[in-house]
Structure formats: C-alpha cells, structure tokens
C-alpha cells in the first residue's frame, strides 16, 4: 500500500512539472505540441525561452539601408514578471523588420490552427512623425525565415496594427490566427514581428511580453 502511495506521489510530481514546465514556456528549443490542442506560454523570465531573435540586418541579404535596430532583453518594462524582449528600433531609413521565431513540433503534417497573443508595449500615438505608423506584424510558415524580402510589405509577414494608439502609453494586445501547413516532419515556424514604417533619425524602445501560442 505504502509503495502504491509513493508511487502515486511521483505520479503527481510529474504532473505537476509538466504543467509548471507548460506555463512557465520552459520547453525545448523545438517545443513539442504532442497531442493538440496545446498552449505554451512564455514571459522571457530566462533568456528568449527557445525563441531566435532576428533582424533583416543580420539574416540574409540586408533589404534597407544599414541600420542599427537589434533584439535584446529589458527589465525596463514588462507585462508579466520582471522582463521582456526590448525591440531597439533605429528609423533613420523607414525601413527595418526585427523578429523572434520558433518552431513547433505538431506531430502531424495536416494543416493545424494557430492563434497567437502578444503584448507590445508602445508610447506612440497614431499617424506619421515618431513611429506611430510602426507595425506589429507575425509569421506563420512550414520553415523559418533565413532571408526576409520586401515586396509590398515583408513577404510572408502579416501586419496586425499600428503601434500608435489614441491611449496613453502602455500595453497593447496583438492577435494573429491562422491555419499552417506543416513540412514533412511535423513543424511549423512562429514569428512575432515588428516592422518599421515611420522615419525618425533616433533610436526608439518597444517592448514585447506574455506571448501565448494555441495550436489545435
Ligand atoms: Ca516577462
């Protein structure tokens, strides 16, 4: 009986990592959506949490004249704990894409549905001038971006809304859903994007928190 009690115990011990490991997004750098539905949560407490920082600078051929926008980590802002990602916007040129991506393993190569949650701390208020008519954008694709181009718009990138907003600075939810065709085994690629669209020779901070990917 003691046994079958230990036993038990380990049991719940197990469960109760697996749902710590599932709400805190500390999931291996392809995170394994096994059975769908799934949902990974992820509040970038512990580096990027498996997901890839990227700019149009530094993967592939360069698209716009050179600047200096990166993606790093901030404890200047956050949504949910203590930080979040820090999009270093340089819009000298109008013209840039800064992203994180991350591929899922899906288990299945039929299509599958993707509804994603972001959070985007802005201070920018709507049209032209200093940066209001950024973009938050996302990514969704059977592989993951090695070479961004520009066409009109970044090719495979939707923009799901300026940054500028009539409210006061603060937090802004994004939302993206769509349906993603896996490749031959089993993954597709996630990217939260931002793209800049306003000219404004100085370098400005966004900050990105308490991302939530769904696949079913
Ligand atoms: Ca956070």
Redesign the pocket.
């Known amino acids: 009986m003691k046994l079958s009690q230990r036993a038990r115990s380990a049991l719940n011990r197990v469960g109760a990592l697996v749902l710590a490991v599932a709400a805190f997004g500390l999931a291996p750098v392809s995170a394994n959506a096994g059975t769908l539905p799934a949902q990974f949560e992820y509040?970038?407490?512990t580096g990027f949490e498996g997901w890839t920082a990227k700019t149009d600078q530094n993967t592939g051929v360069p698209e716009c004249e050179p600047h200096v926008s990166s993606v790093g980590r901030s404890t200047a802002k956050?949504?949910?704990?203590?930080?979040?990602v820090d999009f270093v916007t340089d819009g000298t040129h109008d013209c840039g894409l800064l992203w994180l991506e991350r591929e899922f393993a899906v288990g299945t190569t039929a299509p599958v549905r993707l509804d994603l949650s972001m959070w985007l701390w802005t201070a920018d208020l709507p049209g032209g001038g200093a940066g209001g008519l950024n973009k938050v954008a996302a990514y969704s694709g059977p592989t993951c971006v090695d070479d961004p181009v520009q066409e009109n718009g970044w090719v495979g990138f939707t923009e799901l809304g300026d940054t500028g907003h009539d409210e006061a600075a603060g937090w802004y939810e994004y939302r993206y859903q769509a349906t993603v065709t896996p490749n031959a085994d089993g993954n597709i690629c996630v990217g939260q994007a931002f793209k800049i669209a306003s000219t404004y020779p100085f370098i400005k901070h966004y900050y990105l928190?308490?991302t939530t990917v769904t696949l079913s």
């Open positions: 509040s970038y407490e956050a949504k949910d704990g203590v930080h979040s928190d308490q």
